[in-house]
């Protein structure tokens, strides 16, 4: 994940129909309370069919969800497995168990040290082997020819990380197991919680593991690079496979769920336990979210009383004029009489729609400074911040924006281009958490939903007749109709003097059935960073040339 002035971000295709955006909001920013700004522009086409009468935009709200907890703590292998750590959350909960053994007390405080183990060893394992992964695909892209034969081999450098992490994920993986007998040795005096926690941990570790273990044995097993003459990469395969296959007994024995079976029920029951068990594991780390729409504030009251006040001074002086010309006693109705108490009416009829008119005018003016819903969050009682969010239509937008819009084109048609813009504002103040949380940071996870842009477009492919020149013969082709919905992303900190505005632009290439792809057209930076990047690189990500509006 990118980390820039404290705010990190990451943006990424989550199924079919939702993109999902990662973000860490740090608590102390510069030894200040963090307080961060996220403007999101979303560049949706014409063709979308999408504009205020189709589409309110508060209705935004509605295709997001956002998930809001703490960031997972980062370790080094080192301080992880270190028995005297006060920060790991492994070494906390085997002197738990250890004190509770020589001295019974309460230990239902030592559940949450269970739920911690498990999200600390799944950032460990997933995240170490993620790099491993992506190393061992780099290693197989075209590279310049070496210019020194000092330089590093590469090669067997990768070699020798992956099996130290497969020694370390065995270590790591026996102590969990250590510490889930223990509690099962000590049922009759330790809190049950704590004693079902350590299972269920033991089983989500396990269960992601061997999920781990495939996706390294296959990018090893596709590096043949990694070959050395010495059967370097087969003895790392072979070890993958030993230990995946002591895994699997493991699992069995304990009575975890398994993908080994014919069973459609089975499997189904895999990816639903597997979901609940993520779940169980994280929840120490999900805060409590309070969303509330706003409520009338002093202002609007206050303009509210105004437009009353006058709309019934408009009233009364009405009355009085009527009052004097209708007379009084007299008990025969006139045409006089009739058009009096018309004209009554009709002053009535006025007074309301003056009310109504000042209303509006003063709070055409007021309500863009108002947030459309505010979001409060808090852990266990404690108050963690709050964020306040606005949805707007926006006619223009900011030259830097547009800037950035303009961006990461390698061709352009030059004319104007067909979109309807939303403007999500969203401001972050996590000021209260800084009393007590000075160290930690706020992790939100956002996933939109694209599925209602997709309804009015056209079929995701077409037929194209053409002469093919290399048969020389006129032929039928399919060609994919896709549309491009871009978003801008502009990060800042509440102050502009405590740090640089960061800007991003992704591309999400959609077509009728779903999005087909996530392109990054302009990497996170200052305006002058991405401006540079513009110009050295002339390609969008993943070699596409950009020629869409």
């Given amino acids: ?140 892209q075209p590279r310049a020819p070496r210019r020194a034969p000092l330089e590093v081999d590469v090669a067997a450098h990768l070699r020798a990380e992956v099996a130290r992490y497969l020694d370390r994920s065995e270590a790591l993986l026996g102590r969990i197991r250590r510490v889930r007998s223990l509690a099962h040795q000590g049922a009759e005096i330790l809190h049950p919680d704590l004693v079902r926690s350590t299972r269920l941990v033991d089983e989500y570790i396990a269960t992601i593991f061997d999920q781990i273990l495939a996706q390294l044995h296959a990018a090893v097993d596709a590096a043949h690079s990694l070959q050395d003459g010495k059967g370097g990469r087969a003895a790392l395969s072979l070890r993958m496979r030993a230990m995946a296959r002591a895994e699997s007994v493991h699992r069995a024995r304990s009575g975890y769920c398994s993908l080994d079976v014919d069973s459609p029920q089975s499997r189904e029951l895999y990816s639903f336990r597997l979901s609940l068990l993520k779940k169980f594991v994280s929840k120490p780390l999900y805060l409590d979210v309070n969303v509330m729409r706003p409520r009338p504030t002093a202002i609007q009251h206050a303009v509210g009383g105004f437009a009353a006040a006058t709309a019934a001074l408009w009233a009364f002086f009405a009355n009085l004029v009527l ?184 591309r999400v290439v959609l077509s009728q059935r779903g999005i087909t792809r996530v392109e990054e057209a302009v990497p996170l930076g200052t305006l002058e960073e991405v401006s540079a990047h513009s110009r050295t690189e002339k390609r969008v990500a993943g070699g596409l040339l950009d020629i869409a509006l």
Avoid at 107 to 134: I, P, Q
């Fill in 323 to 506: 009052a004097q010309r209708m007379g009084a006693g007299t008990a025969a109705v006139s045409t006089l009489t009739v058009a009096l108490v018309a004209a009554g009416v009709v002053a009535y009829v006025v007074k309301d729609r003056i009310k109504a008119f000042i209303n509006e005018l003063f709070m055409k003016r007021i309500r863009p400074s108002l947030p459309d819903r505010s979001v409060y969050l808090s852990d266990v009682g404690r108050e963690i911040g709050r964020i306040e969010e606005t949805v707007r239509y926006v006619k223009e937008v900011p030259e830097d924006v547009q800037v950035v819009r303009n961006l990461g084109h390698t061709v352009d048609l030059g004319e104007e281009r067909l979109e309807v813009v939303l403007h999500h504002h969203r401001a972050v103040d996590l000021t209260p958490a800084f009393e007590h949380s000075p160290s930690r940071a706020v992790r939100d996870i956002l996933r939109l939903n694209v599925a209602p842009f997709l309804e009015r477009l056209a079929d995701p492919e077409e037929q194209v007749h053409h002469f093919d020149a290399r048969t020389e013969r006129f032929v039928t082709r399919t060609a994919p109709r896709v549309y491009h919905m871009n978003l801008i992303f502009r990060l800042a900190p509440l102050s502009k003097e405590e740090g640089p505005i960061r800007y991003e632009r992704i």
């Fill in 1 to 140: 994940m990118k980390s820039k002035f404290g705010l990190d971000q990451d943006l990424e295709l989550h199924d079919a129909n939702h993109v999902e955006v990662k973000r860490d909001y740090p608590v102390s920013w510069e030894g200040k309370p963090g307080s961060y700004v996220v403007e999101s522009y979303i560049f949706l086409p014409f063709s979308f069919g999408i504009n205020p009468d189709s589409f309110a935009p508060d209705a935004l709200f509605t295709l997001h969800q956002s998930y809001l907890r703490w960031k997972d703590d980062d370790f080094t292998y080192e301080e992880f497995t270190d028995r005297s750590s006060h920060r790991s959350p492994l070494a906390r909960l085997e002197r738990g168990l250890e004190q509770a053994f020589e001295r019974p007390g309460p230990t239902g405080a030592l559940e949450n040290e269970a739920r911690y183990l498990g999200c600390a060893s799944r950032v460990f394992l997933k995240g170490v082997a993620a790099d491993l992964v992506r190393a061992l695909h780099a290693l197989e």
